[in-house]
């Protein structure tokens, strides 16, 4: 009983809020779905279910153009580039490196 005496305020303020957000989010109006159809699927046939193997094998295997393959190529080639770069040079300057080492301090909060 005493534990919400003892409680931090912004956590009673967030047990609050939690659930009034909740309930917000259930006044909403949702879309109606039943008037988007067109006309004569409601008494439409299933569609026809077959193998997956017979597609797959009445489509030729896709080629790559000559252009395609050199563009290709060429940003591959780039992105090796860029990372041998990053693993060799300091990707965070010594000037940040030690703001970061330094830490985040958090304001203090006074006592309400």
């Known amino acids: 009983m005493n534990a919400a005496r003892n409680s931090d305020p912004n956590t ?7 659930p009034l957000l909740a ?3 259930a006044c909403t109006d949702f879309p109606e779905f039943d008037g988007s159809q067109s006309p ?8 026809e279910l077959v193998p997956l193997s017979g597609l797959l094998a009445s489509q030729p295997p896709t080629r790559a153009e000559p252009e395609m393959a050199e563009n290709l190529d060429a940003r591959a080639e780039a992105l090796r580039r860029r990372a041998e770069a990053l693993q060799q040079g300091e990707v965070v300057d010594s000037g940040t490196r ?9 304001p203090e909060i006074p006592d309400a």
């Open 23 to 25: 309930l917000l989010g």
């Open 40 to 47: 004569g699927v409601a008494n439409a046939p299933w569609p």
């Open 98 to 106: 030690s703001r970061m080492d330094g830490g985040v301090s958090f």
């Open 12 to 18: 009673l303020m967030r047990l609050v809020l939690l």
